[in-house]
């Protein structure tokens, strides 16, 4: 009886961190998503973004939220769950803005709660 209560404590102990995990994954996942959303958004509105270097100094005066609906969510270098800086690439070929986390081991590539989260912004 008491290997089969421990057997049972170890699962559930094991599905609550793996739970943690996955929230901490959706959560950055949103993240991404809603700078994504708001570098188009802004661009929908007219207050274009025109480019890489142009968004980093938009969110570096902490506006761009601000131009689009009147507040300043975040600042200038957001971090994931994890407590990473978000990553800011831009694909010059492509002419891309890549929003990347790097996920929980904070190293590129991996799989499960290890695995990159991004989202793309086409200029």
Do not use: C
């Not at 994931?80 to 010059?92: C, L, N, T, V």
């Amino acid at each position: 009886l008491g290997l089969l209560l421990a057997s049972v404590g170890i699962t559930l102990v094991g599905g609550s961190i793996m739970n943690s995990s996955h929230k901490a994954s959706k959560k950055t996942e949103i993240h991404l998503r809603v700078i994504r959303e708001d570098v188009e958004r802004a661009n929908a509105n007219g207050h274009v973004v025109k480019g890489y270097e142009d968004f980093l100094a938009k969110v570096e005066r902490r506006v761009l939220r601000e131009e689009v609906i009147g507040f300043k969510p975040y600042v200038s270098q957001p971090n994931d769950s994890w407590g990473r800086m978000i990553m800011f690439e831009y694909d010059k070929n492509k002419n891309q803005l890549i929003i990347l986390s790097y996920g929980k081991d904070g190293v590129e590539g991996g799989d499960g709660e290890d695995a990159d989260l991004s989202e793309v912004v086409q200029f």
